[in-house]
């Protein structure tokens, strides 16, 4: 995962950036069904790890927007 930030780092069109930002978001949907699955089977193990894979990707998120916000005054 830590490859994306540096993936995203060196892009420099808003096209690159914005398909990084489709394909974030649809992992962070799948992590947020898997996330909802743990839950409902009150899998308290797996629940732990999703959300800090969600934090992460969120993060990341808003790296991706900051980084478009800036590439298109340019």
């Known amino acids: 995962m830590m490859e994306w930030n540096e993936k995203v780092a060196d892009r420099d069109n808003e096209e690159d950036l914005s398909e990084e930002m489709k394909k974030l978001q649809g992992k962070i949907d799948t ?7 743990h ?3 009150k899998n308290i193990e797996e629940v732990c790890p999703t959300i800090t894979k969600l934090s992460y990707l969120y993060s990341l998120r808003s790296f991706i927007e900051k980084r478009m916000v800036t590439t298109s005054r340019v």
């Open 31 to 37: 992590l947020l069904i898997k996330l909802e699955k």
């Open 39 to 41: 839950f409902t089977a």
